[in-house]
Structures are given as structure tokens and as C-alpha cells.
């Protein structure tokens, strides 16, 4: 049987070409995924110490201003309640090391707001995540600053007195007031934080306050979800 010599040719012709084909989707495939993965931005991130705002002060003991008429300021008396309460704001730099801009990244933030509860002998302590996310493009060789929303920052100390008046005239000969120092104190501050930055769907820079920051936030929740 004689087998017609184009078609042989035909056939090769037709198979070479899905091998060239394939082998340069290959390559293609290759060369896009090298060019995604060099597109993503090189970053930096920094934190600063925070700055205090809005300071109020508070309470039984808190200092009276002095008055319009010249009179002088009072002293923060012992034997009281005082209140502190303040926010902080952090500012979150993120710099560019790229030969290319960086553009729509998107900045998400934990502060973990740390409360720790003295009372009557018993300590409490619970954690705030206070998040959120910002996207910001950034110039070759720039840098972005992102200010935080404002973290509560509080503190709360209570005085006892133990007696007063004409107790300790009778007992010791004394006149006035004892006291028998902090009894409660509550305190609010930021432990540490979490700064994850994204190109897409991908992390790009991850910046912990501490390595085990995490691991000491689930710690405290634990202990909290079993109270």
C-alpha cells in the first residue's frame, strides 16, 4: 500500500508545530511569571514612638485651674481618685527601595490596647486590636507617612484612707487624714503592633513590634474567653 508522501509531511509539519507551540507558551509562561515577581515592590517600614493627644484629666483629684480673679492653681490632693486619659497616634512610614513605583499598596495595621485591671486584689487584663488599612502609592526613592487613628491611652488610680478626724486624735493625738495608698488602679496602653503590607494579593513586608507579640495577644484572649 503506497502512503502519499505529503502526508507524512503534513502530519510532521503539523506536530512540529504544536511542539514549538507549546514549548513557547513554556517560555512565554515563564518569562510573564519572572516579570510578575520582579514587578513586586521592595519596601521598608518604620514606627515611630507615637505622639501624645488630647490629654484630659479628671476626677476628684484633679488639679482646679487657677481662676480668672488671680487665684493660684490647686494641688492634686492624696487621698483621691485621679483620672489620666489621653490618645496616641502613631505615624507608619513605608519607603520605596524599587527602580519602579510602588503603586496601590495597601498598609493594614494591628495596635494591640493592652488594659490591665487592679482591683481588690485581683488583676484583670484584656486586649483592644485596634486595625485598619490604608492603600498609598510611593514614589521610586519616597516614602509615604501614615498616621494612625487615635489608641485610647488611660490611667486610673483610687486611694483609700483609712481613717480620719477625731479616730486618730483619739488614737495617736493627731488631727487629719491617713492614707492607706493605691488600692485600684487601671491602665491602658499599646503593647505592641502588626504591619502587614500588600501588593495585590501578595505580602510584601511584614513588620512585628516584637517576634512574639502575637503569641502574647492569643495568650491574653485565651485567658480572657476562659474567665
Known amino acids: 500500500m503506497n502512503i502519499p508522501h505529503y502526508s ?19 517560555v512565554f509562561g515563564t518569562v510573564t511569571a ?8 521592595l519596601v521598608s517600614v518604620d514606627v515611630d514612638n ?11 483629684g484633679a488639679p482646679v485651674p487657677a ?29 520605596n527601595l ?5 503603586t496601590n499598596l495597601a498598609v493594614e495595621y494591628h495596635f494591640y490596647n493592652k488594659t490591665s485591671a487592679h482591683n481588690a486584689g485581683t488583676t484583670t487584663t484584656t486586649v483592644d486590636d485596634v486595625t485598619s488599612t490604608a492603600n498609598v502609592d510611593v514614589p521610586v526613592n519616597g516614602r509615604k507617612d501614615i ?10 488610680q483610687s486611694y483609700a484612707k483609712s481613717a ?14 491617713v492614707s492607706t495608698g493605691m488600692t485600684d488602679t487601671t491602665t491602658t496602653s499599646v503593647m505592641g503592633y502588626v504591619i502587614i503590607v500588600r501588593s495585590g494579593n501578595t505580602i510584601i ?21 476562659s474567665q
Not at 507615637?50 to 476628684?60: A, E
Not at 498616621?147 to 486610673?156: D, Y
Open 50 to 60: 507615637g505622639v501624645v493627644t488630647n490629654v484630659v484629666h479628671k476626677g476628684l
Open 34 to 41: 519572572q516579570a510578575a515577581l520582579k514587578e513586586l515592590p
Open 67 to 95: 481662676s480668672s480673679t488671680g487665684g493660684k492653681a490647686s494641688k492634686l490632693p492624696s487621698g483621691t481618685l485621679t483620672d489620666s486619659q489621653s490618645q496616641m497616634v502613631y505615624t507608619i512610614t513605608i519607603r
Open 205 to 225: 513586608k511584614t513588620l512585628l513590634s516584637k517576634d512574639d507579640i502575637v503569641d502574647q495577644v492569643k495568650a491574653i484572649q485565651a485567658r480572657e474567653a
Open 164 to 177: 480620719t478626724g477625731a479616730t486618730i486624735g483619739a488614737n495617736s493625738g493627731k488631727k487629719g487624714t
Open 8 to 26: 507524512i509531511c503534513a502530519r510532521f509539519k503539523r506536530l512540529a508545530a504544536g511542539v514549538i507551540l507549546g514549548a513557547g507558551t513554556l
Open 147 to 156: 498616621q494612625t487613628i487615635g489608641i485610647n491611652h488611660e490611667i486610673k
Open 98 to 102: 524599587s527602580s519602579f513605583p510602588a
